[in-house]
């Protein structure tokens, strides 16, 4: 696992964007897995600038999203659809049939689980994006979740539900449920970049790189990972063993 401390929110944005964009111009087929969240905003703002500036093309770039909540609708504000659409796929040339996302409306969500799961088999993520979750969760793994999972239906820890219950008008309008891919297939990616900002973060970030690998703090699953990188501000990263940087 390789750690890069950055200055501030702006270079982590930057550094992670830079890994993405060479992933694509070595590759320009490649296959990403995007993440959601505040913290990929800044990120997903200068590949829209490397875009425009023609130094980037997704014309034959293909996605797979983490995960989507159950219960909102794709047009809704809050779902995870809504989000890359408006931060990064509208912006870009990426050609919508090449994106996947969890589709979230059945009666049989198992199915839909299974669905997604066969396709992220059937295709391999060359460049995984990961943000982390204050409880230490990837994706939508939370704590406790078996680290052998492939996609599955989680029912969300109250910490999550309190964390992005900033982006709801009330924490009763958070899904309770949603889709995720699971450790699993987050392992299977050849390259990971996980990117972690502020304060609310650190100790998040400690057990992930420094502490015992287990399923209590799902990301340190990735310290077994043979090509992931930590991109962290240092605020995040105040409390990293100096070995580790
Ligand atoms: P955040 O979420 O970027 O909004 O902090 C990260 C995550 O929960 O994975």
């Given at each position: 696992?390789?750690?890069?401390?950055?200055?501030?929110?702006?270079?982590?944005?930057?550094?992670?964007?830079?890994?993405?964009?060479?992933?694509?111009?070595?590759?320009?087929?490649?296959?990403?897995?995007?993440?959601?969240?505040?913290?990929?905003?800044?990120?997903?703002?200068?590949?829209?600038?490397?875009?425009?500036?023609?130094?980037?093309?997704?014309?034959?770039?293909?996605?797979?999203?983490?995960?989507?909540?159950?219960?909102?609708?794709?047009?809704?504000?809050?779902?995870?659809?809504?989000?890359?659409?408006?931060?990064?796929?509208?912006?870009?040339?990426?050609?919508?049939?090449?994106?996947?996302?969890?589709?979230?409306?059945?009666?049989?969500?198992?199915?839909?689980?299974?669905?997604?799961?066969?396709?992220?088999?059937?295709?391999?993520?060359?460049?995984?994006?990961?943000?982390?979750?204050?409880?230490?969760?990837?994706?939508?793994?939370?704590?406790?979740?078996?680290?052998?999972?492939?996609?599955?239906?989680?029912?969300?820890?109250?910490?999550?539900?309190?964390?992005?219950?900033?982006?709801?008008?009330?924490?009763?309008?958070?899904?309770?449920?949603?889709?995720?891919?699971?450790?699993?297939?987050?392992?299977?990616?050849?390259?990971?970049?996980?990117?972690?900002?502020?304060?609310?973060?650190k100790e998040a970030l400690y057990?992930?790189?420094?502490?015992?690998?287990?399923?209590?703090?799902?990301?340190?699953?990735?310290?077994?990972?043979?090509?992931?990188?930590?991109?962290?501000?240092?605020?995040?990263?105040?409390?990293?063993?100096?070995?580790?940087?």
């Open positions: 696992m390789e750690v890069i401390v950055c200055n501030n929110y702006q270079e982590v944005s930057m550094k992670a964007a830079n890994y993405v964009i060479k992933e694509i111009i070595l590759n320009p087929e490649t296959t990403l897995g995007l993440a959601t969240g505040s913290t990929p905003i800044g990120l997903y703002q200068n590949l829209i600038d490397a875009y425009r500036n023609n130094l980037v093309s997704f014309e034959d770039v293909h996605t797979f999203n983490l995960d989507e909540y159950i219960g909102l609708p794709k047009d809704h504000p809050q779902s995870y659809y809504s989000f890359m659409y408006h931060n990064l796929f509208k912006h870009i040339n990426i050609n919508l049939n090449n994106v996947n996302m969890p589709e979230n409306e059945s009666n049989n969500l198992d199915y839909l689980a299974k669905e997604y799961n066969n396709l992220l088999c059937n295709n391999t993520i060359d460049l995984q994006i990961l943000g982390i979750g204050s409880n230490g969760h990837i994706g939508f793994n939370e704590p406790g979740t078996p680290l052998s999972n492939e996609t599955f239906i989680v029912e969300l820890d109250e910490q999550t539900r309190l964390d992005n219950s900033r982006f709801f008008m009330s924490i009763d309008e958070v899904p309770t449920h949603a889709i995720t891919m699971g450790i699993k297939n987050i392992m299977r990616s050849k390259k990971i970049i996980l990117i972690a900002t502020g304060d609310s973060k057990k992930a790189v420094n502490g015992e690998i287990n399923s209590s703090h799902p990301a340190s699953i990735l310290q077994l990972h043979p090509n992931c990188v930590v991109i962290c501000d240092q605020e995040a990263g105040t409390l990293l063993e100096k070995k580790t940087l």
